[in-house]
């Protein structure tokens, strides 16, 4: 018998259950395929960065698994003319809950079992299905807390055994991996990056070693300073399916029971990787979650139209250096710190006043880790917007943020190296600073570095003004 393996996000033959079942059936013919947004009918496609990273995970598990097939075009036809075309009797694939992904997947299911194909898929992405959890009364859950509390009380699975021996068919047609065309030429902006990070499953399986060995202890309070390397990284590995979030959870569990005095930041790691479900949770059952207003009062918001005001945000330019740091680094990494990602937002949407459309969008593009969900609901729950969001008056201080979370100025130096002389005290307010300050640190405002893009305090009072009109709609919808 053979099965052909439909690869999406799961690029890892470890804990990838259709594989391991497909594996046991007998021949396999895995399969992975580059939909283009006009075959998919995915309205937020992956953005060049993402694209970066499936390059490098693909080559990696195409070294793992050397007979995987790289095709580019339309799933629907590809998928059930490669099964025809190699007398395959089966068809797996692991779940993918996307809003465009779900009606794919269905539509396909039916074709192929129509045409007699077994079709089987699983559940490999998250540690619980989005139906799975549910509240008293029977609905998906709009609040995060009760979400974590109910998923403490569930029982995840151990990672599936990855197959001894994976006999796959010998398939002459395909692509090679430069001919998808993933990675930016003209110009490389990723050059580097192969020096800061290590796509797929033995570059995940190291970084959850690392973190857990060196960096765990002290995770609880310490993930909120970007100066210091208490975080995971984990989220571009765990988007692509490097590696399964079972396999990150059971290995903190692990470290949590050799070492007691781990249990604490232990938990509040794994209490980070729920906030991941909780979203797919909320992106399944309210696929309207990328595109619309979780809570429709929103759409009466008055945004702005500032496109200038958003270029200088893109770049780092905004005079505020926390926010600038931020931008920076994601730029030149890929990747932003999440305590700065909060930070940025908040900037974008209450001190600029711009949608969030526009924040969603630009992270999907440079996000290595840009995933539909996270990147959803993350940025309406710092504009108020969403489930179980901040209020709407909590407008993040880019100054005293910087003074708290980066307390010596080395994240805030590295990224914004014209204020490296700067004096601490003055470092995250520089238009404050007395001119010789400014003057013995070689800063010249409005030329070295920007002049604010506007004042807290007035951008604050904007954006409260902005959320009555907010307010008013919700009181008329009551």
Known sequence: MTTLVWFRQDLRIEDNPALTEAAKRGRVLPVFILEDPAHSGESHPFGGASRWWLHHSLAALKSDLPGLVLLRGSARHLVPELAKQHAVDAVYWNRC????????????????????????????????????????????????????????????????????????????????????????????????????????AKGARQRLATFLEDELEGYGNLRNRPDL????????????????????????????????????????????????????????????????????????????????????????????????AGMRELWQTGYMHNRVRMIVASFLVKHLR??????????????????????????????????????????????????????????????????KDLETKYLFAPFDAPRSVLENAGVTLGETYPKPIVSHSSARQAALEGYEAVKQAGQNAS
């Open 97 to 200: 809950y996307e809003p465009h992904a779900v009606e794919r997947d269905t539509d396909l299911k039916a074709a192929l079992k129509e045409d007699g194909f077994e079709v089987k898929s699983f559940k490999a992405s998250l540690l619980f299905e989005p139906w799975e959890l549910e509240t008293k009364s029977g609905g998906p859950f709009k609040v995060y807390s009760p979400f974590w509390k109910t998923a403490q009380q569930h029982q995840v699975p151990l990672p599936v055994p990855t197959p001894k021996t994976i006999d796959c068919v010998s398939v002459d047609d395909g692509d090679a991996l430069a001919d998808l065309g993933l990675l930016p030429t003209k110009p490389n902006w990723a050059a580097g990056w192969d020096d800061l990070w290590r796509p797929g």
């Open 229 to 324: 390397p208490n975080v995971s990284r984990l989220s571009p590995h765990l988007h692509f399916g490097d590696i399964s979030p079972r396999q990150v959870w059971h290995a903190t569990q692990h470290a949590m029971d050799a070492d007691g005095g781990l249990a604490k930041d232990g938990q509040k790691f794994l209490s980070e990787l729920a906030w991941r479900e909780f979203s797919y949770h909320l992106l399944y059952h309210f696929p309207g979650l990328p595109a619309d207003n979780w809570r429709p009062a929103f759409d009466a918001y008055p945004w702005r139209d500032a496109p200038e005001d958003l270029v200088r945000w893109q770049k780092g330019e905004t005079g505020y250096p926390i926010v600038d």
């Open 354 to 419: 711009l949608h969030w459309h526009h924040g969603e969008a630009w992270f999907r593009d440079t996000l290595l880790d840009a995933d539909l969900a996270n990147n959803s609901a993350s940025w309406q729950w710092v504009t108020g917007s969403g489930a179980d969001a901040a209020p709407y008056f909590r407008i993040f201080n880019p100054i005293t943020q910087g003074e708290k979370f980066d307390p010596e100025g080395s994240y805030t130096r590295r990224w914004v190296p014209e204020l």
